[in-house]
């Protein structure tokens, strides 16, 4: 069982599996997993569809095993069902369902022609233990016989991340001019209290109500306006007029953009807060991570693709999406695994530092030994950049920093992380990682930052 959703982009019916974390492969089923499809009946809020075609090259073949009923019986009984479901509709609404039934049915009818003459390729099925598969049918002899075969190569949603990460890095500048580390830290758990707030209200109404008379938080004292803008675009927020000292934070954009954005938000907010940790021997961390931030803008990506993940979460793209709560898996990387990451447009970045963070649990699928490599043809030739032996990470979740040598540095629209070993082969043959980030330096605010002491 999978769903289809409507692409108003695409302006049609969109075959999406989260189980093997693809969309818009129908064929998938009977070119990778080798099923020998019969009926696929679709179901909505406004009736029932036979999407069959959809799904298919061999729709001779198919006629021949759906035996169950006539072909006339089975559009009746579909027919019915849709009548019955629309009975209560308005009348106007069905003069406009039943255009969309006859475009859909073109469109089922164009795909047919277009599928004879694709060579797409298509692979077996990703979820579940590879024995199961194996006795299902649904691994693809193709792939048994080239255990070499990559992933595909997934979009990266995570310009947001990069936005949240900058914002944050003004914030820091504002702090390190002119107040204390805790004053800092006073200010960021405040404004985590209100983007939790925001996270828990309603998707398409998300609001909250701050009192500037009685309670006035230290973030909006203190945050210089273009900062607290900066901050609120970066989560596609908005400020509302004041209304008896009240003002309303709330939805400034797509409310899909929020959601993406908040999360990450709550947990950079929190990853800061800990490592300036101004009440423990740790304050110099903290002072290097703000000073890092201030320095440096996260970069995002275009594509990735690994060697190997673990649907439908532990694909390659959740290593770029910004949470701890999701991360890259591959099943057979414990002892070699890589991951790439291509730049949109093939634009060349100079990365000079990147960001590893551990997973939720395991440490002995932590990776240990690595290379970091960048290209300049879009991955056809690689140069080292950087390499790193013996590495440990002794907590769930933690983030270590790399700088990569000036003499290392150089533009780079691609780069690839060759993981050599976990830190225990012997006990896993799994590979993982929570989020991978990469930096470049961000010289327009150099010359902005200063750094204080508490």
Known sequence: MWTECFSEFLGRWMHLDPCEATFDKPLLYEEGWGKKLNYIIALSKDGVYDVTKRYTRHWDEVLRRRIITSEHN??????????????????????????RDKQEAEEIQRAQHEYKTSSEAFQGRQSGAKEWRIARGEFNATESAASHMTCPLRLCVDEHVSKVSGALGLLCIEFCRKESLSRLKKVLKELHEVLHQLKAAPFKARKVKINLLTDPPSFYEDIGAATFQKILCALHLKQMAHEAG??????????????????????????LCDSININTSKESSGLERLRFLTENERLFGGTCQASGEEPPLGISSSAFDGLHSTKWEDPSGAKGSWIICYFPDGVAENVTAYDLTS??????RDPMNWVL????DGGFTWNVLDTQHSMQ????????TFHIAPKKQSLCNALRLKFLSVWDPSATSRLQVACIDFFKK?????????????
């Open 359 to 364: 997973a939720n649990d395991c440490p002995e």
């Open 74 to 99: 089975a559009n009746v009984v579909i027919t019915n069902l849709t009548s019955f479901i629309r009975r209560g509709f308005p009348s106007s609404s069905l003069p406009v369902l039943q255009v």
């Open 393 to 400: 990470f002794y907590k769930r979740f933690e983030r270590k």
């Open 246 to 271: 009240d003002l309303w934070i709330c939805l400034g954009g797509d409310p899909i953009e929020t959601a993406l954005a908040i999360p990450v938000a709550l947990e950079q907010i929190k990853s």
């Open 442 to 454: 961000n010289h327009s605010q150099l010359e902005h930052a200063g750094f204080c002491t508490p």
């Open 373 to 376: 490599e960048g290209s300049r």
